[in-house]
């Protein structure tokens, strides 16, 4: 099974900054890598798949890149409504696996 | 719109059993393969398995086999989970989540999710 691994685990940001998540896969996973952020009590939404395409109506802010085994979610300026917790997940191989999540909280 | 709606949450005794449900509207059930996420209290999420909305065959993870079980019902556009012989352990939200793919690559994703329903295992 292939493992996913993220980092930070958590990070305290403010409005405007710029913030970049990173995330690991244990083998190559080509570009078979998505990202969803999930809000508390909330179920995760799709930001990113195929490693660096923006999912439709998600602001444009967010951007994805990487291929191989590694990945980074950018976040251009982070807004209000952007502290949340962020997962990536592949779908190169069965079964399908997620990062720990990356916490983004207020500075 | 596309959309996953799920039942609402459970309180269950340790031994009994749950049957969640994730009702399916905006487009054609059994063109999208359904899939069940699980996420214990402050967790992160686990996939569990899927079914075939055309077969009903079921696919389940590593970890989730003997007392889960996923079925549906196509004439309502419905997928159920239900999970046996629970354990304090099993308390979590369940998601249902269907899984999109591209026409031209192999990329997938799992899009939309239902918004998760709660079980709670306890005495």
């Known amino acids: 099974d292939i493992q996913m691994t993220q980092s930070p685990s958590s990070l305290s940001a403010s409005v405007g900054d710029r913030v970049t998540i990173t995330c690991r896969a244990s083998?190559?996973?080509?570009?078979?890598l998505n990202w969803y952020q999930q809000k508390p009590g909330k179920a995760p939404k799709l930001l990113i798949y195929a490693a660096s395409s923006l999912q439709s109506g998600v602001p444009s802010r967010f951007s994805g890149s990487g291929s191989g085994t590694d990945f980074t979610l950018t976040i251009s300026s982070l807004q209000p409504e952007d502290f949340a917790t962020y997962y990536c997940?592949?779908?190169?191989?069965?079964?399908?696996?997620f990062g720990p999540g990356t916490k983004v909280d207020i500075k | 719109q596309v959309q996953l709606v799920q039942s609402g949450s459970e309180l269950k005794k340790p031994g009994a059993s749950v049957k969640v449900s994730c009702k399916a509207s905006?487009?054609?059930?059994?063109?999208?393969?359904m899939n069940w996420v699980r996420q214990a209290p402050g967790q992160g999420l686990e996939w569990m398995g899927w079914?075939?909305?055309?077969?009903?065959?079921?696919t389940y993870a590593q970890g989730f086999t003997g007392r889960f079980v996923f079925s549906l019902d196509t004439s309502v556009s419905t997928a159920y989970l239900q999970i046996s012989s629970l354990k304090a352990e099993d308390t979590a939200v369940y998601y249902c989540a269907t899984l999109e793919a591209a026409t031209v690559t192999n990329h997938n994703w799992f899009d939309p999710w239902g918004q998760g329903t709660l079980v709670t295992v306890s005495s």
């Open positions: 083998q190559s996973i080509s570009s078979y």
């Open positions: 079914i075939n909305t055309n077969t009903g065959n079921p």
């Open positions: 997940q592949q779908s190169y191989s069965t079964p399908p696996s």
């Open positions: 905006g487009y054609t059930f059994t063109s999208y393969a």
